[in-house]
């Protein structure tokens, strides 16, 4: 019997360690009950991952919440899903492509026309080491989406979220960002040979100075500003890597997290 004893214990410590890490890199959950009725939040890339499931807690929690997705097939999806698990009737799905400056303004003047207010507004969207593509306006992908798409939209519904105070913007970043270095004379990568994962650090430094200059400027109005990294969570994200293919390796350290 004492022969399996050595093997058992060292299995047993092994899985209990890889628990232990699991809920470590995955960070803590949130201990608030509050309910926000009568708030409008925004969620952008809601419709799977990270996003779906911060828009179906803040549903949960009596808010309007408006799911901003590119692809509408899976937005309406996700909004009937969320409505239906929370009874909250008050979820809606409208488009909105980070990729296109044009689809951006078009989805912040519609929010603007029809939304008495704005809370919170959440950007979570975002692509991880993709090819190198370039949006709609010739920005390189992972830069236009992460960060170029989110500081318009931002700017352009700032003084709807300052006469709803207290207000608030959530950017999702990664602790990617320390690797990160903005290039200011090729954020293109028109100069030098394409790096998917500096692009993605490019990206999300990019969005951690937005977010630190914003807060800065809007202090004392009422809005604040934050960025985050959520911890480690099974999206598609790595969906351009293979990770999410993979048992453990799904679990993709970056913009990932269940709930806010």
């Not at 058992?8 to 926000?36: E, H, R």
């Not at 109005?221 to 598609?236: D, I, K, M, Q, S």
Request: glycine fraction near 10%.
């Amino acid at each position: 019997m004492s022969r399996y004893l050595l093997p058992a214990s060292v299995l047993g410590t092994a899985v209990g360690g890889a628990v232990l890490l699991k809920d470590y890199v995955a960070g803590g959950t949130c201990p608030s009950k509050a309910t926000i009725p009568g708030k409008t939040v925004i969620v952008t890339g809601a419709n799977t991952g990270i996003g779906k499931q911060t828009a179906l807690e803040l549903a949960r929690r009596g808010g309007n919440v408006i799911l901003a997705c590119r692809d509408m097939e899976k937005c309406e999806a996700a909004a009937r899903d969320i409505r239906g698990e929370t009874l909250n009737h008050r979820v809606s799905a409208r488009h909105l492509d980070l990729a296109s400056l044009k689809s951006v303004r078009e989805f912040a003047a519609k929010v603007i026309e029809e939304e008495e207010r704005v809370d919170i507004l959440i950007n979570n969207a975002a692509v991880m080491r993709c090819p190198h593509w370039t949006t709609e306006d010739g920005f390189e992908m992972q830069l236009g989406v992460n960060y170029l798409g989110h500081f318009l939209l931002t700017n352009l519904l700032l003084d709807k979220l300052k006469a709803s105070v207290p207000g608030r913007v959530v950017n999702l970043s990664s602790l990617a960002h320390v690797a990160g270095h903005v290039d200011l004379e090729d954020l293109n990568w028109q100069r030098r040979k394409y790096d998917t994962k500096a692009a993605y650090c490019q990206s999300k430094l990019a969005l951690v100075l937005f977010t630190k200059e914003l807060s800065r400027r809007l202090r004392g109005t009422g809005v604040t500003v934050n960025a985050l990294h959520p911890g480690v969570a099974r999206t598609e994200l790595g969906r351009h890597t293979g990770m999410h293919r993979s048992t453990f390796s799904s679990f993709t350290l970056g913009d990932s997290v269940g709930t806010m």
